[in-house]
């Protein structure tokens, strides 16, 4: 009897131990608080730029044709060159047109000749006639003819008008100042015959327009909340896949339509932007950013910051307890490097925006304040998005 119950004591013992130190496992395995960052929201007048998708579009684009018919002799540019407005580009044959001015030049002098002849037949009967002497019929007709050929040498004036632009059109130059297209004929064809042979095209790259399509409501938040009656704006090459780096290239907001698109619910408008460098190119693919107001104060929030489930936004945010807790939000306008917040937030609150994956509520953590560093204002200086001065 004896012998058993020490077998019981000893197992008690056992077990009570086992008990003990499954405990302090535990309290050992208890996980400690997560380290997050913060940054602390108040409502603040921060730089407001929306950002679009637009293309870009020469602001002049101007067809090269042959005016006269003839046979192109030369070409004295070279493709894809910037040329100068007033700068020679195509030589054309000249003979013809050489000819056609020497002729109503010849024209011009031989009426000039018989106008003076008819003026002195004019001047001899006058008195004659005066005096009974020769018959008014013949006065009368000299004074005709010099009255005919005033109106022919006026005729021949014109011709010769006509043949010196004839003959200028075969030295064909740059209208305008800009970049120059490949020559579409070869020197020694024949040109201008029938419809006006298209020979190269020349747009104008500086400045350069950038079309954009805003929806109508961002459209009236600009007209609502725009600090300046001009709207700055820069214009942006996506760098996704680029190795060259390219400053963004400025300008303001020239055109805005009178309608919105019933098919999209857009309304279309129009940047001018510098591009001296000319590298900028017709057609390209770029983001406009629309610098709208920095005086009026919002919440605004970082987007990786606010998720979505089936309740809407939220956001997590530090208590007076550090624990993490679930804040709805309601979301504004937005751009490219913030969300405005319309309801939800609080000055003071210290939202989450690291770690999110692995938060939820209840959730003991250590919060650092990195408003200073990765807050809205932080950012907008790094990507240096400030209106222009």
Known sequence: MLQNALIVIILLFSFCGCRNGQQEQTV????????????????????????????????????????????????????????RQGQRLFDMEQTAYLAALDQALAQR??????????????????????EDLAPRATLEQYQAKAAELRAKIKADEASIKEARLNLSYTEITAPI??????????????VGYGEKTLLTIIVADDPMYAYFNPPEEQFQIMRKYKSRDVLDVRVR?????????????TGHVDFGDNRVDPMTGTISMRAVVKNPEHDLLQGTFVYVDVFVTDKIPFFMLPPRTILEDQQGSFVYAVDDKNTAKRINVQRGFEGRLYVQIKGGLSAGDRI???????????????????????????????????PEK
């Open 109 to 130: 002098e031989l009426d000039r000749a018989s106008l003076k002849l008819a003026l002195a037949d004019v001047a001899r009967y006058r008195p004659l006639v005066a």
């Open 28 to 83: 050992k395995k208890e996980a400690p608080p997560l380290s997050v960052e913060t940054i602390t929201v108040h409502k603040e007048p921060i730089p407001i730029w929306l950002e679009y998708t637009g293309k870009t579009e020469a602001t002049k684009r101007v067809e090269i044709r042959a005016r006269v018919a003839g046979t192109l002799e030369k070409i004295r540019f070279t493709e894809g060159d910037h040329v």
């Open 237 to 249: 090459i996506p760098e996704t896949r680029s190795i060259i780096k390219r400053k963004p290239h």
């Open 177 to 190: 100042s800009g970049v120059i297209s490949r020559s579409y004929v070869d020197a020694g064809n024949i």
């Open 352 to 386: 989450i925006i690291s770690a999110l994956a692995r938060i939820k509520p209840g959730l003991k953590v250590t919060a650092t304040d990195v408003t200073a560093d990765k807050g809205i204002m932080a950012v907008m200086k790094k990507e240096r998005m400030e």
